[in-house]
T-cell receptor, first 114, second 112 residues
Framework: DAGVTQSPTHLIKTRGQQVTLRCSPK?????VSWYQQALGQGPQFIFQ???????QRGNFPDRFSGHQFPNYSSELNVNALLLGDSALYLC?????????????FGPGTRLTVL | QQQVKQSPQSLIVQKGGIPIINCAYE??????FPWYQQFPGKGPALLIA?????SEKKEGRFTISFNKSAKQFSLHIMDSQPGDSATYFC???????????FGQGTRLTINP
């Protein structure tokens, strides 16, 4: 049973560019949440997708957007990249959209903005 | 009120010792408290989780102690091994929250 997968593993972009990160949830899971983890910090919630809709958003600007597909996979898009967007981006999947449903994390995508 | 405060930031313990990591929260709506383990270059992996209806939960060498009145919970690792060296995060959430609120993390080193 494959766990949560993310692609790409690493990405290097320059300021002002746009980036798309991808996530496939664990088999049987229908909910995908995205988190940003800066170096030496805990993950910060970006948003969650359930039934192809954004259910909740954390304290992130509109430059961060996402999508969930009918097969439950998801994309995170970041426009107009800033140096401060450099971080590990984590995708977590769960069966159900409640905060008390166990979230399983993928390995993350390391984004470096130069 | 959404914060979870974690301490210490780093911890060094000899093999076989019992490292203890503490977390405190303010939001009394929180009713789900998981702990995650993260190795360098990897995503967080769920270790153990507790609900406030119990004061302690054990899974293998990992134990969570929960004090609802003090709004604190802690992770104990029994018979610690060098392979337990990792960063540990506590988190909190509640039924209608969708998101996990994470602590700042504790970098644990177990010396052989």
């Amino acid at each position: 049973d494959a766990g949560v997968t993310q692609s790409p593993t690493h990405l290097i972009k320059t300021r002002g560019q746009q980036v798309t990160l991808r996530c496939s949830p664990k088999s049987g899971h229908d909910t995908v949440s995205w988190y940003q983890q800066a170096l030496g910090q805990g993950p910060q919630f970006i948003f969650q997708y359930y039934e192809e809709e954004e259910r909740q958003r954390g304290n992130f600007p509109d430059r961060f957007s996402g999508h969930q597909f009918p097969n439950y996979s998801s994309e995170l898009n970041v426009n107009a990249l800033l140096l401060g967007d450099s971080a590990l981006y984590l995708c977590a999947s769960s069966r159900g959209a409640s905060g008390t449903d166990t979230q399983y994390f993928g390995p993350g995508t390391r984004l470096t903005v130069l | 009120q959404q914060q979870v405060k974690q301490s210490p930031q780093s911890l060094i313990v000899q093999k076989g010792g019992i490292p203890i990591i503490n977390c405190a929260y303010e939001n009394t709506a929180f009713d789900y408290f998981p702990w995650y383990q993260q190795f360098p270059g990897k995503g967080p992996a769920l270790l153990i989780a507790i609900r406030p209806d119990v004061s302690e939960k054990k899974e293998g060498r990992f134990t969570i102690s929960f004090n609802k009145s003090a709004k604190q919970f802690s992770l104990h690792i029994m018979d610690s091994q060098p392979g337990d060296s990792a960063t540990y995060f506590c988190a909190a959430s509640y039924e209608g929250a969708q998101k996990l609120v994470f602590g700042q993390g504790t970098r644990l080193t177990i010396n052989p």
